[in-house]
């Protein structure tokens, strides 16, 4: 039973990430903000919202913070395998698409916090200062650098592609019913993701699993649907730049969560002691990012196309070590 009440919660949390991706798109199509702020800051963080709930759930909740940390490295290296199972069936457009150059640089910013975490994990830069890490005031300095990458990452016009997509397009709501129903949404998702937390708890416990993997397939995974929702979507509309800043922006935004829930937790905080499996999802992380700048920087089809095998590949190592 608490299976099939996993996959209906879930269910709710990709329907709601699609609408809440159709209206990001209608914004975009219809207001004059940027598609790099409506990609890479509102629909990351609204799509984001997941982790942050189901983390802040763990920790303080459940006072379980593997499952914290699992969840959002887990969530990170999920989105990387989305987009890369999705860009290698959108080849051709996607490698003709139009990708802000900013989205580079938001990448490295996410490497280097993996960097801050993986030096914690050796005990050279494991310093807190009354309940709070070190490295979580360094993911908060780096979050605001890349926010503001995200912020002007308009040096790019929509494609062509995506301009007739939209020409096909109408919708009669207006520009107050789109917000609207986009806050709807968004708190829908709020809703579920905390439902999804507790029902992670019962079935790691009940399968004796370690809260890193626990939380890198069940939360990881399950708070990584509203990306994976969304950026399909937004490929089929050809809408690739916010596609791409969904992701990068998601996973950066994930990496905030964990200082917000270092912050609420008790004791050592979520960088403690942790296990093998977590280990793995850091060490693949610190891999499979630069392959997606890698992927970003050079726009040909045989790098996306090694780039993006070589990410999907991190992934299935870690579920087979």
């Known amino acids: 039973m608490i299976y099939l009440e996993y996959l209906v919660v879930a269910a709710f949390v990709v329907i709601l990430s699609i609408k809440a991706s159709n209206y990001i798109d209608l914004l975009d199509k219809n207001t004059e903000l940027s598609g790099a702020f409506l990609g890479g800051i509102m629909l990351s963080a609204v799509t984001s919202l997941p982790e942050l709930f189901t983390s802040i759930s763990a920790t303080v909740l459940l006072n379980r913070p593997g499952l914290c940390m699992g969840n959002i490295l887990g969530s990170d290296l999920f989105n990387l395998v989305a987009i890369s199972v999705i860009i290698l069936f959108y080849f051709k457009g996607f490698s003709k698409g139009r990708v802000s150059k900013s989205y580079r640089n938001v990448a490295f910013l996410v490497?280097?916090?993996?960097?801050?975490?993986?030096?914690?994990?050796?005990?050279?830069?494991?310093?807190r200062i009354l309940n709070l890490s070190i490295t979580s005031v360094l993911i908060l300095l780096v979050y605001i650098l890349g926010?503001?990458?995200?912020?002007?990452?308009?040096?790019?016009?929509?494609?062509?592609?995506?301009?007739?997509?939209?020409?096909s397009m109408s919708t009669k709501l207006s520009i107050k019913q789109i917000g609207f129903r986009f806050f709807l949404a968004s708190?829908?998702?709020?809703?579920?993701?905390?439902?999804?937390?507790?029902?992670?708890?019962?079935?790691?416990?009940k399968l004796n699993l370690g809260q890193g993997l626990a939380g890198a397939l069940f939360l990881g995974?399950?708070?990584?649907?509203?990306?994976?929702?969304?950026?399909?979507t937004l490929f089929k509309m050809r809408n690739y730049n916010i596609a791409v800043g969904n992701i990068v922006g998601s996973n950066l935004f994930n990496f905030i969560i964990l200082s917000v829930a270092d912050v609420l937790s008790?004791?050592?905080g979520v960088y403690a002691v942790p296990d093998d499996k977590t280990i793995a999802l850091l060490v693949f992380g610190l891999v499979a990012t630069p392959l997606f700048w890698i992927m970003l920087r050079f726009k040909n089809r045989t790098t996306q196309g090694i780039c993006s095998v070589g990410i999907i590949c991190c992934y299935a190592a870690f579920l087979l070590i």
């Open 221 to 232: 995974i399950a708070t990584s649907l509203p990306e994976l929702a969304s950026t399909i």
């Open 187 to 205: 708190v829908g998702i709020i809703a579920f993701s905390i439902m999804l937390t507790y029902l992670t708890d019962q079935i790691s416990v």
């Open 266 to 268: 008790l004791g050592s």
């Open 111 to 127: 490497f280097l916090i993996y960097i801050f975490i993986a030096l914690n994990f050796m005990d050279i830069v494991n310093v």
């Open 147 to 167: 926010a503001k990458y995200l912020a002007v990452a308009n040096d790019v016009d929509t494609d062509e592609d995506a301009l007739d997509y939209h020409a």
